[in-house]
């Protein structure tokens, strides 16, 4: 397909760990960037992983990339109810300046 | 640096009105994009521009709808006349290098919430 795809929604209990997905678009994009907004605000930038990489793990955050299914997840130990949001995920083709935007996964934490 | 700076926060104005949404990227980026948010419609790119030359204005809905880039530091999307379906959210974002570069993450403002009755 040519959009970036994700899930619409995810609900999960406080503690638990939650896995967002991701499909982009462009086997040749070099970095894959993960944003997160809150309510009212703008996006965010999370975290990113470089292409060469499988995994990047920052704190509560661990980013997958498996680039033979050009598939990205974000997993968030420990999902706090802070953690509600909406999580954009986004590739960077080389082609073009403008990075590619998912539809947004909406996070709901419940206590 | 204060980030990007988007102004007004909130607008609201009647139908046939002209709207002026004012954007400051992050010293230093040289490349500024303009995005609409809704809920119909998610996040759309509308135009972006690189040394203050807009490069790429296919994402701007119709000719209602100008965006301007006079020096490094300011821009402006205009919305004249303004319409109801104009309602929505706009974000300014700037970054330092085109995708797939290093340096390509783009760093948002918090938006203007532009509400045509």
């Known amino acids: 397909g040519e959009d970036v795809e994700q899930s619409l929604f995810l609900s999960v209990r406080e503690g638990d760990s939650s896995v967002i997905n991701c499909t982009y678009t462009?086997?040749?994009?070099?970095?894959l960037y993960w944003y997160k907004q809150e309510p009212g605000a703008g996006l965010q930038l999370l975290t990113y992983?470089?292409?060469?990489?499988d995994m990047k793990q920052d704190q509560r955050l661990t980013v997958l990339l498996n680039k033979k299914d050009k598939h990205l997840s974000l997993r968030i130990a420990d999902t706090q109810t802070g953690d509600s949001a909406i999580y954009f995920c986004?590739?960077?083709?080389?082609?073009?300046?403008?990075?590619?935007f998912g539809k947004g996964t909406t996070l709901s934490v419940s206590s | 640096d204060a980030g990007v700076i988007q102004s007004p926060r909130h607008e609201v104005t009647e139908m046939g009105q002209e709207v002026t949404l004012r954007c400051k990227p992050i010293?230093?980026?040289?490349?500024l994009f303009w995005y609409r948010q809704t809920m119909m419609r998610g996040l759309e790119l509308l135009i972006y521009f690189n040394n203050n030359v807009p490069i790429d204005d296919s994402g701007m809905p119709e000719d209602r709808f100008s965006a301007k880039m006079p020096n490094a530091s300011f821009s402006t999307l205009k919305i004249q006349p303004s319409e109801p379906r104009d309602s929505a959210v706009y974000f300014c974002?700037?970054?330092?290098?085109?995708?797939?570069?290093?340096?390509?993450?783009?760093?948002f403002g918090p938006g203007t919430r532009l509400t045509v009755l």
């Open positions: 010293s230093g980026h040289d490349y």
């Open positions: 462009d086997s040749s994009s070099t970095y």
């Open positions: 974002a700037s970054s330092f290098s085109p995708a797939g570069r290093e340096g390509a993450e783009q760093f």
């Open positions: 986004a590739e960077s083709p080389p082609s073009g300046a403008a990075l590619i």
């Open positions: 992983i470089f292409s060469n990489m």
